[in-house]
């Protein structure tokens, strides 16, 4: 089992799925950003944490963290390890036993931030969903990412509207569907809206799947 060890690279709300959250991991060692969408309040506990905001009483997974703590347990990591039909499901590790405990991806990255252990995902899942950037792309650290599918949820994903091409002076062959499909992905890929950018990658799979037929 191959897993890539992941940080968060940003949070923002959803340009398609109302009243969801962005979140999106990159790996630490490569190029890859994964986006998944996640409710609201487990993104504000996500913020509340890497901010360093602390309520007056114990929040839920500031809660579960004491609870964990309280019966001896030490988490050593959280991973994602399964992808079926859409939706993320992640893993809670312990250290010095067997025991593994089935998550939401977004209920184990508040967990792992509060414990401050590494966040994994299974290669072939980062393959699959990621959105993968070129050396020359700007892979500045910002803050800025919006949405993308597959999600925390089962939310469906709206279809994507491919951009007009310009017309020149002079005459072009008219670009391929899967033309159009990459150069929209490259551009939405330099805006950083990994949204777009998720469901054209999974527009162009298809579209190449079909030639291979």
Known sequence: MNKVQVDIFGLTVSSTSHGAYALVLKEIDGRRRMPIIIGGPEAQSIANEIEGIRAQRPMTHDLLKAVIEALGGQLKEVAILQLKEGTFYATLIFEYSNLEVDARPSDAIALALRFGVPIYVLDEILEEASVRFDEDDDDDDSDSADGSIPDDDDDDAESTSLPIVDASDEPKQPLSLA???????????????????????????????KKSK
């Open 179 to 209: 033309e159009r499909l990459q150069q929209a992905l490259q551009d939405a890929i330099k805006q950083e809206d990994y949204e777009k950018a998720a469901k054209l990658r999974d527009e162009l799979k298809q579209t190449s799947s």
